[in-house]
């Protein structure tokens, strides 16, 4: 069956699913099935590379390491195929890098036929760490399942044998669980995917050798993430986010420049809104692309427009950018239904997201709002639809006058919360980028929310592009590359081959979801200082 027939077979079962989720009328049911087939005809092919151990490794605690333990290599690989695995019982190999893909390995016979089957635990990780740490009892506020041991049972040797499961690691052991013959683990290995190419830019001699390191790990970050989507993370989640894809995209124009995964992630998302025409935050490809529903996150879906916007930048195509301009359109004018008499935007009842961080909400959101408003506006008028958002273009004023009336401080320089809420670097960051400040007071701001020791912090990679971004508006340059030093680079020196979901620089073990090993070592929203490398070039470079 052709891809089209079965996105089309699969958008009449999805039409009822919509059907039972939706209030209304399917506001895009006419366009849903060759969305749908033009997202699959979008979907690549992936590379698939062999990737061999460097080393066999032991475990050592050590309190000047990343979250107390390290490996020290011990053998060479290639002894693998001589040791007899029914004595060692048990070995641990170092990949040298960060992989995502399917293992593949052979037993082979020492002497002896295979008169059993054989049992091995596998057991993947990230970092040393993730590796040492007993997972049970489980302690981890999401799903045990995801962490990456699996017990296999082997009934042939002299073959080679590919595990089921996909799986991103740099560390993988092997546990010997049963098996009454000698036998040697052969030709062990990872058959890495990623639909990345070659990277298209290149960085200034004269660059600074940890801007070099940062970018080389914000690529490595970007490839991995890089599948038949832009996954958040490819070891935990696994499925496409619009705050990570628009992000992706961005880091991608000045690196791998793959804009027809762009392009089918915009069509998997355009096909997948619900019967109102929300878009949910996140959706999955298989068995058959579906959103996740009842993920409907308002500061996500804001940023569609965003993204098609940077898409119709980078690439020139108005014809998907008119196609798909009903979709963004719809995402900003679903939330203008918030705004408040005075001119500010109500953010009850609704899923905001900035950071992995308690904090308020209402005042950054402002900005959020506003920056959906401008670029949807600019896209509009790039593809001959400004007549439609006339409007909007004065709503931006209205906004940004009234959002400056309530939330910002004069005396302070802050933008702060009526109600109280301590005060966040977020506020002053959706403030410069919203344009409720101007790059004078957006730099007072910043200024002085460092200055307070009780300021609520960004706490993720996520959080802090968008303040190299208001950094970089308030002319800030050499604070944001100091910044990006600090933060990426401070990952760097603590081993990342890929750069993290959360970091922080005072506790290795913080993690949203109460236990460490939970958290993505590998995230896509962490790719961006490739973008800030590039785009700035005379600041980062340098």
Not at 431 to 440: E, F, M, R, T, W
Request: aromatic share 12%.
């Amino acid at each position: 069956m052709s891809a089209f027939n079965r996105y089309r077979i699969f958008a009449v079962i999805l039409m009822a699913s919509v059907a039972f989720n939706a209030v209304a009328e399917d506001r895009f049911a006419g366009d849903r099935a060759r969305w749908l087939a033009i997202a699959g005809h979008c979907k690549p092919a992936l590379n698939v590379t062999e990737v061999s151990p460097v080393a066999v490794v032991e475990a050592q605690e050590d309190a000047a390491a990343f979250q107390g333990w390290k490996y020290v290599p011990v053998a060479s690989p290639d002894s693998l195929c001589e040791m007899n695995f029914r004595q060692k019982c048990t070995v641990t190999l170092d990949f040298g890098r960060h992989i995502t893909g399917h293992l593949v390995l052979r037993l082979k016979t020492l002497g002896d036929v295979m008169d059993a089957p054989v049992r091995l635990k596998f057991f993947f990780g990230e970092t040393p760490g993730e590796m040492n740490v007993p997972l049970d009892p489980w302690r981890g506020s999401l799903s045990r399942a995801w962490m990456q041991d699996e017990t296999v049972t082997l009934y042939a040797s002299d073959r080679d044998i590919r595990l089921k499961r996909r799986v991103a690691f740099r560390y993988l052991r092997i546990e010997l669980l049963g098996g009454n013959f000698d036998f040697a683990l052969d030709g062990v290995r990872c058959e890495a995917t990623t639909s990345a190419g070659e990277c298209a830019t290149a960085l200034n001699e004269d660059c600074p050798q940890i801007i070099r390191e940062i970018n080389r790990v914000s690529l490595a970050t970007l490839s991995e993430c890089m599948q038949t989507v832009y996954e958040d993370g490819p070891k935990r989640d696994r499925r496409l986010w619009i705050g990570d894809l628009y992000l992706e995209a961005l880091a991608g124009r000045y690196s791998y420049q793959n804009h027809l995964l762009t392009k089918r992630c915009l069509y998997l998302f355009a096909g997948l809104t619900d019967g109102n025409g929300r878009m949910m935050a996140d959706l999955f490809e298989e068995p058959e692309p579906h959103p996740q529903w009842g993920t409907y996150c308002l500061t996500y879906s804001l940023l569609y427009p965003s993204v098609l916007l940077e898409y119709l930048k980078d690439t020139g195509d108005v014809t998907t950018a008119q196609d798909l301009w009903p979709v963004a359109k719809f995402q900003v004018e679903d939330a203008l239904g918030r705004i408040r008499e005075d001119n500010t935007c109500s953010a009850s009842r609704a899923w905001l997201f900035f950071d992995h961080q308690v904090m308020d909400l209402e005042v950054p959101f402002q900005g959020a709002m506003l920056f959906a408003l401008s670029q949807s506006c600019e896209l509009a008028e790039r593809i001959g639809h400004g007549n439609e958002v006339a409007e909007w273009r004065i709503m931006e004023a209205k906004i940004r006058k009234g959002a400056k009336a309530r939330y910002y401080n004069r005396k302070s320089g802050l933008m702060e919360s009526p109600d109280g809420s301590p005060v966040s670097v977020h506020s002053q960051i959706w403030a410069v980028i919203g344009g409720i400040l101007s790059p004078k007071e957006g730099r007072r701001a910043l200024e002085a929310v460092f200055s307070r020791e009780d300021a609520v912090r960004a706490n993720s990679p996520y959080a802090m592009h968008y303040l190299l971004e208001a950094m970089m508006q308030c002319g800030m340059g050499e604070q944001a590359k100091a910044t990006m030093v600090d933060y990426w680079g401070g990952m760097v020196h603590k081993g990342a081959d890929t750069f993290w979901e959360v970091y922080n620089p005072s506790d290795d073990l913080h993690s949203p979801y109460s236990f460490y090993p939970l958290n993505s070592y590998c995230h896509a929203w962490s790719c961006t200082p490739t973008y800030f490398i590039f785009k700035y070039p005379d600041i980062f470079q340098r």
